[in-house]
């Protein structure tokens, strides 16, 4: 199974910061990895797959990049909106894996 | 616009079978490059893809709960559905049920998913 490891697991900011999310993968993926947001009893949303698309409607403060291992998330200017949990997640081999999470909160 | 909806029984006794069903509203189970999967998280934890299955029958599953899970598929009800046997309370969880792209990998849409309790 190929582990996906997030760093850190939450974090605290301000509206307005530059937030980096760390994904890395327990071996080599290509672009096989996309990032979801989730907010307290909610089901996961697409955000951005293989590694660098946003998905319809994702706003552009949210950008993606990596390759291999090394994947990251970044929100440029982060939003009231965008306090949640987000989760890596690769497709490159089965089983699917997702990383542990995180959590982003308001400071 | 493709909508997807979990429906089962909340309670499952210690022991029994686990059974939901996964209602795709919006567009046909059968078009597409698409699988149909599962996926759960256990409350205030991460996520565990479960399993998946295409519209003509094929699946895959997580070696983890190959030997108690079982994935079909009705196209003529535009659903499918998950069974997982020999439960016990590790398997408390929201349980989700995805639509899966073949080519890019991803999750979307998600159904609002479903709390299942094991407990007697």
């Known amino acids: 199974d190929i582990q996906m490891t997030q760093s850190p697991s939450s974090l605290s900011a301000s509206v307005g910061d530059r937030v980096t999310i760390t994904c890395r993968a327990s071996q080599s993926m290509s672009n096989y990895l996309n990032w979801y947001q989730q907010k307290p009893g909610r089901p996961p949303k697409l955000l951005i797959y293989v590694v660098s698309t946003l998905q319809s409607g994702v706003p552009s403060r949210f950008s993606g990049s990596g390759s291999g291992t090394d994947f990251t998330l970044t929100i440029s200017s982060l939003q009231p909106e965008d306090f949640a949990t987000y989760y890596c997640?690769?497709?490159?081999?089965?089983?699917?894996?997702f990383g542990g999470g995180t959590k982003v909160e308001i400071k | 616009q493709v909508q997807l909806q979990e429906s089962g029984p909340g309670l499952v006794k210690p022991s029994q079978t686990l059974s939901l069903t996964c209602s795709v509203s919006?567009?046909?189970?059968?078009?597409?490059?698409?699988?149909w999967s599962w996926i759960r998280q256990p409350a205030g934890e991460g996520m565990e893809w479960i399993g998946r299955i295409y519209s003509s029958g094929n699946t895959d599953y997580n070696p983890s709960l190959e030997s108690r899970v079982t994935i079909s598929i009705d196209p003529s009800k535009n659903q499918f559905s998950l069974s997982l046997s020999s439960v016990t309370a590790a398997d408390t969880a929201v349980y989700y049920c995805?639509?899966?792209?073949?080519?890019?990998?991803?999750?979307?849409?998600w159904g609002q998913g479903t709390l299942v309790t094991v407990s007697s």
């Open positions: 995805a639509r899966y792209d073949s080519s890019s990998g991803w999750f979307d849409p």
């Open positions: 919006g567009g046909s189970i059968s078009s597409g490059s698409y699988y």
């Open positions: 997640q690769q497709s490159y081999s089965l089983p699917l894996t």
